[in-house]
């Protein structure tokens, strides 16, 4: 019999922290236990009627039904071009500053590809989202962690990194708002970064997944916004949490030409595009009036201050997000990030994420998403008092 061995890249790859939760998880339920699973990323809120309905439309064009262009419609860059205008005040050229993705993991995961050499460093945002990190491996570049501490309100400290290794990064992934931390930033941090790229000719890609999911009206803002980030990088965003759409696949990446045109190289070798009428549906999300999406952020909001102030309540010291659908909170003394989300499974019946399954700097706390109703969030509040 032969014997496939997996190559290195994939042998390589950083254990899977959520195995073992996925294994409890499917015990309980095979159980018959009460879940309230407050560990999925993924809105619970189904995509806007006239988005489906402008799917349907579109489905049915036998001119959509043939290869995309690899850099998206046209038409389609427009209209993130006026979404850009109309919510950051940002100017964007859509034959060049524009490229479509198959989801914005797709192009997270992909633009290592195009920049960085085997030992190329690539400085990461930790806790985070596991593609920076492995995408950077698959690129044979060395991630470099940059630990988002509570002191530092979860912003990188760029001054800790020392300047060897500056000197070695070609790229940086960084995220506001924060996926797992719910931190967001603002102009300072943002000029901060655009000073470090510039003098160590570093790309920036700053992830913007959740840039719509925000609370008591305080708008984040897009690194784009700030005076020179387009010389230095690009901004992923997606249609995934903005519009409920995460099944769908379609989000983008807008910013610098030059990385723009690299990441375009690499998906020109190795997909073809995004469904046309995907697309039509896309151009259709992007521009839903925003009175519905200040519907979905007053759902969001109301679960996350039942939260919020539940865990208060019960002496859990919580961080209260300014935006995204999760909440970052410390676990207990006498608990791991893994032994807390571990109890209240098997005690409560309520599930969340282990920090650590984001990185390292995550140990000490666990990630609640907001994607149950509020009387589910009341519940799991109710349940966790009784088991601490
Ligand atoms: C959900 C998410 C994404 C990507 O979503 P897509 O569905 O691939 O567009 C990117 N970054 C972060 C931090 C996310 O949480």
């Known amino acids: 019999m032969p014997h496939f061995e997996l190559a290195d890249r994939v042998k390589n790859l950083p254990p899977y922290l959520f195995a073992t939760i996925d ?3 499917q015990e309980a339920l095979s159980k018959g236990v009460d879940l309230i699973d407050l560990s999925i990323g993924d809105p619970d809120i189904p995509t806007p009627e006239h988005i489906v309905e402008a799917m349907k439309k579109a489905v049915e064009k036998p001119s959509y039904h043939r290869y995309p262009s690899y850099e998206g419609m046209l038409s389609f860059r427009d209209a993130v071009c006026g979404w850009y205008k109309e919510r950051f005040n940002v100017v964007l050229e859509p034959r ?4 479509s993705l ?8 992909h633009i290592p590809l195009a920049f960085v050499n085997p030992g190329d460093v690539v400085l990461v945002s930790s806790p985070g989202y596991p593609v920076y990190p492995v995408g950077t491996l698959f690129a044979g570049g060395e991630g470099y962690v940059m630990p988002l501490l509570e002191k530092n309100n979860f912003l990188p400290d760029f001054s800790a990194i020392p300047v060897e290794v500056l000197k070695k990064s070609k790229l940086m992934f960084i995220n506001y708002p924060n996926n797992p931390t719910s931190a967001v930033a603002g102009s300072g941090f943002y000029e901060e970064v655009i000073r470090v790229a510039l ?9 913007a997944a959740y840039s719509e999911i925000y609370y008591d009206n305080k708008k984040p803002m897009s690194f784009l916004e700030v005076k020179g980030a387009k010389d230095v990088g690009i901004e992923f965003h997606s249609l995934s949490k903005t519009y409920n759409m995460t099944g769908w696949r379609i989000g983008f ?3 610098n030409s030059d990385i723009i045109a690299g990441l375009g190289k690499v998906k ?10 995907i697309q039509e549906a896309g151009i259709v999300a992007l521009n839903t009036d925003d009175s519905l999406l200040a519907g979905i952020r007053k759902t ?11 865990l208060q309540t019960v002496g859990i010291h919580a961080i209260k997000p300014g935006a995204t659908f999760y909440l970052w909170a410390k676990v207990p003394a006498g608990f791991d990030s893994s032994g807390f989300v571990a109890h209240l499974l098997e005690k409560a019946g309520v599930l ?5 399954g984001f990185g390292k700097p995550g140990e000490g706390y666990v990630r609640f998403a907001l994607t149950v109703p509020v009387m589910r969030m009341k519940e799991a509040v109710e349940r966790i008092s009784k088991v601490l």
């Open 23 to 25: 294994m409890m998880k």
């Open 96 to 99: 060049r500053e524009v490229i």
């Open 102 to 109: 198959i989801g914005s993991k797709e192009g997270i995961g």
């Open 199 to 207: 003098q160590y000719n570093i790309i920036v890609c700053h992830d």
């Open 253 to 255: 990446a807008a910013g």
């Open 268 to 277: 020109t070798n190795l997909d073809s595009g995004v469904f046309q009428a």
């Open 300 to 310: 969001y909001q109301e679960r996350r201050d039942s939260l919020y102030e539940g």
């Open 352 to 356: 969340c994420t282990p920090g650590n």
